[in-house]
């Protein structure tokens, strides 16, 4: 052991680990409450920090690095540990030293990762976690052997059940304990030679700090590509003794493209024969295995799965809907309060209307959002997810899509946004994008009113073959429309805006484990904050701007009717009208349409406005009779028919009308080119889909 | 020694791996990494209901890989 690192107090420490190996259970156990989340810049890969506090008052910043297998930046997340340890990350501290998780019933693997680290010569301190399950699994790891050999201190934890925090707090208090270990894995003679050679012509002549020629050389030494493509990246002097040492080594028959992972694994084994003793399970399937056998069956898979989906669905509906009305109620009696407080007038009316209902209506959607989170948390913690992922994938593969994609469209029937923020777990950048970019086509549960009154309204209470009733199968068939268009807006998208290659489908299945309610906890605190406070701020000023067109140009006398038609969007409606025309809309529909932007189930209530519908609540009964009187002067025929409401049911399916959907795609994708893209292209289908369906059953009709 | 792709192994079959035959850079990498080098004992575990991915199992862990995939793994059966 080396001790080359001095009594420097560390302030910036990174913790990094396999995925699943327990490094978020850890960071939670280190920082508890204290703890932030943003984003790396330019890229989606969620930052997170947190501060370790000691009792004498003293702190340490602690970086959660993105869970990767190795160094070598397959995936955005991934690239980002490695800029991270690199140094390339702006306004990021390069850390002092790094905590490596490693899961010690899965060693080997993430050895791998240890050994990348300790080549950077980063001062290391191993958690040697879940060591619990590896003694279960009949593995008897020698922890002062293992040390020994790694040249790093290792403290066995078990961070689910906070075993060996102290310890590990107590090692980062001592710097001593925190040291930088020598390279001690090996490679052949030749290449050694070779490599040694090429790092130090990088960094004599290409710019190169050590730590970073170390891997490009390493990278540059493995690469399957001819020295032709590296052109214009590095000196000729360099590429031509990259071309000799190439010629070199494939003359002697090694295969460059495989011997330094093949030499770390040979040192890894070394490491492993001399510390740890695995004891042959007598128990042939493990608990694991027997949950899998059933969860993964052919049909009880498919049973299971949609039967879990089910429970959440109809537990969050039932659940949700009684903070919901809460959240509801206590935005009218907030209005109602500020109401007394500010004098009727302009004022009085963008706080109340604006503003207050504005954000009200959105907030109200956040019990739905922490449930389903709730509910995704425990699902990606027990490990059925990857289950889940796993017996979708075939036909998610179908549309050019991965088995992750399906839980977030699934989370899309709730709410788009929880569906969105959920595709995180996708790997692949482009497979993440295509699915950001088709869930809000999934209907959520902010159609259902608009749903809900032009079925009431329209479609006659009739049963089909005896067990279905007509409303209940319109119901249904909506949902389908927008579950297939965002299905075939998928494969769209993958085969003609997003080509290339995607990265292999590979997927680790980890053992099923008990979920850790205070990891999914702060994930639905973390998660909710996010909405709330990006969302909130978008919507409030969407809110305001709304309602500003909802009111100006004012008239004094009038009925609120007459008053919503005349301001700009009640102008915009009429203005509207021609291109609304082919639809079958009029312009009082064009009205509900603009000022339902903010928010599908708006329309409901600016229907009801516009129809001079006192106190009109959803769906209620005098709006849908309103609605069915109204006589077109020109024809002499009911203006809204069936086919009317139907059109503008498909309407709703497929538009983009949520503005907190487009705040959380801006969040998520880092810009505005992607919420742009996705209004419009959804606006465009929208349309064309309305005037497809109005066609259609006008020639049915005649 | 026949040597065959492991998506050509059944259920509860094992084998060796030989080599990773592809072009794919990066897919070969990855694989290496996660730990299918040469001499590797591999397990498949299962074909998921509707035939694609398989499970596997190496090292002591579970990995999900699709078919295409594992056509690019060179395996000798056992």
Request: proline fraction near 4%; hydrophobic fraction near 45%.
């Amino acid at each position: 052991m080396t001790n080359t690192n001095s009594q420097i107090k560390l302030k910036n420490i990174a913790i990094i680990g396999n995925p699943n190996c327990g490094k978020t259970t850890l960071f939670n156990a280190l920082t508890g409450l204290r703890q932030k989340v943003g984003n790396y810049p330019g890229v989606t890969v969620e930052k997170k920090e947190g501060k370790i506090l000691f009792d004498d008052g003293s702190e340490i910043n602690l970086l959660d690095l993105p869970g990767t297998y190795s160094l070598s930046a397959n995936s955005p997340d991934e690239k980002i540990a490695t800029d991270v340890l690199l140094g390339k990350i702006a306004k990021t501290p390069f850390p002092d030293a790094i905590i490596c998780v490693i899961d010690a019933s899965n060693l080997e693997r993430n050895l791998y990762l240890l050994s990348q680290i300790i080549d950077q010569h980063f001062p290391v301190i191993v958690a040697l976690n879940m060591i619990d399950v590896a003694e279960r699994d009949g593995i008897k790891i020698n922890v002062k052997e293992l040390s020994k050999n790694l040249g790093v201190v290792i403290i066995p934890t078990v961070a689910s059940k906070k075993n060996g925090i102290g310890e590990l707090l107590s090692a980062l208090r001592s710097t001593l304990s925190i040291s930088t270990a020598a390279r001690s894995w090996s490679l052949p003679e030749k290449i050694k030679f070779e490599h040694e050679e090429l790092t130090s012509l990088l960094v004599a002549n290409e710019n190169f700090t050590h730590r970073t020629a170390y891997f490009e050389a390493q990278t540059l030494l493995s690469t399957p590509y001819s020295i032709d493509s590296f052109q214009g990246t590095y000196s000729t002097e360099l590429l031509s003794h990259l071309k000799r040492d190439h010629d070199t080594l494939d003359a002697l028959g090694f295969d460059r493209s495989s011997i330094f992972v093949e030499s770390r694994y040979q040192w890894i084994k070394r490491v492993c024969d001399k510390s740890v003793t695995i004891k042959p399970k007598i128990d042939e399937l493990s608990i694991s295995d027997r949950i899998d056998t059933i969860v993964t069956h052919k049909v009880w898979g498919y049973v299971i799965f949609f039967s879990v989906m089910a429970i959440i669905f109809q537990t969050i509906f039932a659940w949700a809907s009684v903070p919901m009305e809460l959240i509801g109620g206590g935005f009218d009696w907030l209005g109602l309060q500020v109401g007394h407080i500010i004098p009727p007038g302009d004022l009085h009316d963008l706080v109340i209307n604006g503003a207050i209902s504005g954000v009200g209506a959105v907030v109200t959607f956040l019990p739905q959002i922490l449930f389903l989170f709730l509910f995704l948390g425990l699902l990606e913690d027990t490990g059925y997810m990857a289950r889940a992922a796993f017996i979708m994938d075939r036909l998610m593969g179908k549309v050019g899509l991965h088995g992750k994609s399906f839980i977030p469209l699934l989370s899309s029937f709730a709410c788009a946004i929880p569906g969105i923020m959920s595709t995180r777990t996708i790997e692949s950048p482009k497979d993440r994008l295509v699915t950001m970019l088709v869930a809000p086509l999934i209907s959520c549960s902010a159609r259902m009113p608009v749903y809900a009154l032009m079925i009431a309204t329209f479609i006659p209470n009739v049963s089909m073959l005896g067990i279905f009733s007509l409303a209940g199968l319109v119901l249904v068939a909506m949902y389908l429309l927008g579950l297939f268009t965002a299905l075939l807006m998928a494969f769209i998208f993958k085969k003609f805006l997003l080509k290339g290659q995607s990265p292999a489908f590979i997927m680790e299945l980890p053992p099923y484990r008990m979920p850790s309610l205070k990891n999914t906890i702060l994930h639905m605190w973390e998660r909710s904050r996010i909405f709330l406070k990006r969302a909130g701020t978008i919507i409030l000023g969407v809110s305001i701007i709304l309602w500003f067109l909802a009111t100006y140009p004012k008239i004094e006398q009038g009925t609120p009717s007459e008053k919503l038609s005349h301001s700009f969007v009640g102008q915009v409606g009429h203005f509207l009208e021609p291109t609304l025309t082919p639809l079958g809309f009029d312009w009082k529909i064009g009205i509900g349409i603009v000022s339902s932007l903010l928010q599908r189930e708006v329309f409901v209530s600016t229907m009801g406005t516009i129809y001079n519908i006192e106190n009109g609540t959803d769906n209620s009964l005098s709006l849908r009779e309103q609605i069915q009187k109204e006589i077109d002067p020109v024809t002499g025929l009911p203006k809204f028919t069936v086919l009317t409401a139907i059109c503008l049911m498909v309407y709703y399916v497929l538009a983009m009308q949520c503005m907190s959907t487009i705040a959380v795609m801006r969040r998520e994708t880092n810009g505005w080119k992607w919420p742009i893209f996705q209004f419009v292209y959804m606006s465009v289908i929208a349309y064309v889909g309305t005037f497809i369906t109005y066609r259609v059953g006008l020639w049915i009709i005649s | 020694m026949n040597e065959i792709t492991l998506n050509s192994l059944r259920p509860g079959e094992c084998g060796v791996v030989e080599n990773i035959a592809t072009t794919d850079s990066t897919l070969k990498l990855r694989l290496l990494e996660l730990g299918l080098l040469k001499g590797t004992s591999i397990e498949l575990i299962r074909y998921a209901p509707l035939g694609d991915p398989i499970e596997i199992k190496i090292r002591g862990y579970r990995l999900s890989i699709r078919k295409e995939e594992a056509e690019s793994v060179v395996i000798s059966k056992v």
